[in-house]
Structures are given as C-alpha cells and as structure tokens.
C-alpha cells in the first residue's frame, strides 16, 4: 500500500486497503470474543462457512458448466462442483435461511456493530464504525460502479486547487490508515 501511496495512485490504494481492513476485522472480530465464544466464532469462520460457499460454488460451477460452450470446460467445472451426496448432506445441514443468517453476521458491517461495543479498560473500539465510509468507497471501486466512475469523474473536473486539496486528504487518510496498520493499531 506504501508503493501505491508513494506514486500517488489513491484509488487503487483504497482497494488495497478494503483487503487489509477485511482480513484485521475478522481477526479482531475472533480475537476479541470471550474464550468460551471464540472458539465458536473460529469454528464458523473456519469450518461452517465453508461449507455454505462450498454449496454456493457448487451451484456456480455447475451454471457455468451449462452455460460453457466448450465441452472439455463445461467437463472441468462440472467435476469441480460438489458430489450429490455431499451436496444433499450440506443443503440439508445448511437451508438458505440458515446459510443467509450465518453469512450476514460474518458481513462486514454486522461485524463492525458488534466490534463497536467493545468497550473496556484495555480495549475500546467504540469509534470502529469510523472505517465504514472507506470500507464503502472501497467497495464502489472494486466493483467499479456507477458510484466510482461518479467519484473519479468528479475528482478530475474539479478546479485545480480544490482537486489539489481532494487528493491531500485522500493521501493523508490513507497514509495515516497505512500508519496504523503498521503499528499494529487499525
């Protein structure tokens, strides 16, 4: 991110960042958690929601399968998706409604509300929420939405000077997230 920062490309900064920030979240979200509830959040996040993308892949690799036109591809991806058995087994374990409600309190923003009322001597992540705004931009520009293309546009028909200032505070927001980050303190 330091490289990017230093050749000033911003925005693909941000992308990188939303990796980092995902990746810390989720191990401060199991870190965090009393000892009896830990190791049920590293069973979820190990074991059981592998088993929900397992059936989510499944059903893309087998889509891809019928919608590939080369036989030897529609062969591949259709061996890589689930067997029957074990397919029945997990879709009879993991109903959707079971599976939606597993994925939305491992999504980012669940784990952030819950992350926001960590509030103790030793620790207060009461201002986590802080990161939701990057978090969002960063979204927009991975999956370069009408949202980005707007952002960029906006930035590049700005008056000079006010793009100037534009871009100092997106380094300096991103610079000081990097900062942290380094020091162990995002």
């Not at 062969?75 to 029945?88: F, I, K, Q, Y």
């Not at 992350?115 to 705004?133: F, P, Q």
């Not at 949202?147 to 546009?153: K, Q, V």
Request: net charge negative; with cysteine; charged share 25%.
């Amino acid at each position: 991110m330091n490289i990017l920062l230093q050749n000033w490309m911003l925005w693909d900064s941000d992308i990188l960042f939303r990796s980092a920030l995902e990746c810390a979240t989720r191990l401060v979200f199991v870190s965090v958690a009393p000892p009896h509830e830990r190791s049920v959040r590293i069973a979820e996040y190990t074991h059981l929601l592998m088993e929900v993308e397992n059936i989510e892949r499944s059903d893309k690799l087998r889509t891809a399968a019928r919608n590939s036109a080369d036989p030897a591809t529609a062969m591949l991806l259709g061996g890589a998706a689930l067997d029957p058995e074990t397919e029945a087994e997990l879709r009879a374990r993991w109903p959707g409604s079971k599976r939606r409600v597993l994925k939305q309190q491992w999504s980012f923003s669940e784990i952030v509300r819950a992350l926001e009322k960590v509030d103790d001597v030793k620790l207060n992540l009461t201002a986590y929420g802080s990161l939701l705004h990057s978090y969002s931009l960063s979204s927009h520009l991975i999956h370069a939405d009408q949202t980005a293309i707007t952002l960029m546009f906006d930035r590049e028909t700005r008056e000079p000077e006010e793009r100037i200032l534009q871009e100092n505070a997106h380094f300096a927001r991103l610079a000081c997230r990097a900062a942290a980050r380094e020091r162990g303190s995002l």
